[in-house]
Nanobody, 124 residues
Framework: QVQLVESGGGLVQAGGSLRLSCAAS????????MGWFRQVPGKEREFVAG????????LLANSVKGRFTISTDNAKNTVYLQMLGLKPEDTAVYYC?????????????????WGQGTQVTVSS
């Protein structure tokens, strides 16, 4: 059973930075891609960034381009989300997810495994 555990969330002032980590363990972990999503109460979970393990190709939501970077450490089965220039509207619970399907997907339904989430709060 694959487990994804996020860490690195917290409270930061606007303009600050955080780095989220997602460590994968369990089973024979070999998904095609990983994604980061975020969700605020009352809204649907939205795609933030994705990365393919095989070639490192990435996809970022327009709202975070130029501020967020997604990367992996294959040896550690860990994916990172580096967040710079944080804004109050980035406040959300951030989830990492893994998919066995080819491609970097923006829909939550395309992901097979999810972490428990980590809270990111950006104060103005």
């Amino acid at each position: 059973q694959v487990q994804l555990v996020e860490s690195g969330g917290g409270l930061v002032q606007a303009g600050g930075s955080l780095r989220l980590s997602c460590a994968a363990s369990g089973g024979t972990f070999s998904p095609y891609a990983m994604g980061w999503f975020r969700q605020v109460p009352g809204k649907e979970r939205e795609f933030v960034a994705g990365i393919a393990w095989s070639d490192g190709s990435t996809l970022l939501a327009n709202s975070v381009k130029g501020r967020f970077t997604i990367s992996t450490d294959n040896a550690k089965n860990t994916v990172y989300l580096q967040m710079l220039g944080l804004k109050p509207e980035d406040t959300a619970v951030y989830y990492c997810a893994a998919t066995d399907r080819h491609g970097i997907h923006v829909l939550t339904s395309r992901y097979d495994y999810w972490g428990q989430g980590t809270q990111v709060t950006v104060s103005s």
